[in-house]
Each structure stands twice: as C-alpha cells, then as structure tokens.
C-alpha cells in the first residue's frame, strides 16, 4: 500500500480547507465473525479486523463549524458542532 494514500489524503485536505492537517488516523474496518448485537447483551462476539479501513485527516476550527469532506463521494457537509444532527 505504501503512503500514497497519505499524499491523496493530504493533497485533498489542502485543496478543500487551504491547509496542513495537524491529525491523521487510520482505523481498520471489521466484522463479526460470532455475534451481532450480542455483546451488549453478554453474549459473546468475535469482530475481526478486515483489509478496509477509514481514514481521517482533521485540523481544529474556531468558528463553531464542522467541515466534512469524503474522498469516496467527493461531497463536502458543513454543520455548527453545538446542533449535530443526523
């Protein structure tokens, strides 16, 4: 995979937002392999990480807004953080 998609993640963050992000984070995606909706019901689950993942690259506002940009729907979201809704 090497970093090329640190460059992609960091060049559109520069395009949309006119910046450096200051935090990037990677998460592997999962599943469950035993159990759905049954750990919070002590039963027991068996989530698997798998070869998807989501990747974030943020910087702080002052402004009260989140800017949101996906890379996989090319789509941009902005809403004040103090009424998030879905």
Known sequence: MGHTWIERLVNAFRE?????????????GRVNLIGEHTDYND????????????????RPRNDGLARIYSLDFDAIVQFPIDDIQY
């Open 43 to 58: 039963g027991f689950v068996l989530p698997v990480a798998i070869d998807r993942y989501i990747i974030v690259a943020s």
């Open 16 to 28: 949309r937002f006119g910046s450096e992000p200051e935090t990037m984070v990677r998460a592997p």
